[in-house]
């Protein structure tokens, strides 16, 4: 139970901090489609360079996962097509829904219930790709 507590605070916190930047706006998300503006493109960046030092982190010290057991970091095949496809789709879904995965729960629980039909594609999306994932090239 302490541990779900843990995690539902780190949610919170995570809540918070995408509200107050104002990354979870719909309008925030349109300007950056549009190029109308640096702010998302600002977080986006600060994110990317954090992931990066926590990959490095996690890579130089063998850190373990929460049951002990070492965190392994896959190498990628740079310039793939999966992951250029994948960025497109997901990149195409984002601008036309006005909303990444993380955000869909914080405006969920803002009260924005129209939210919930977004909540709902995503999770028939992730349903579909796990059914034809092993016809897709990897």
Known sequence: ????????IVGFVFG???????????YRIYEMFQFQSF???????????VGLIGVQIIKRT???????EPIVIADKEPGSARYWIGGLIFGLGWALAGSCPGPIFILIGAGF?????????ALIGTFLYGVIKDKLPH
């Open 16 to 26: 918070i901090v995408l509200t107050k930047s104002e990354a979870v706006s719909w």
């Open 113 to 121: 219930w129209p939210l919930l039909l977004t909540l709902a594609g």
């Open 1 to 8: 139970m302490l541990k779900a507590l843990k995690y539902l």
């Open 39 to 49: 702010h998302m493109y600002g977080i986006i960046g600060v994110a990317v360079v």
């Open 62 to 68: 063998n850190a373990k996962d929460i049951k002990g």
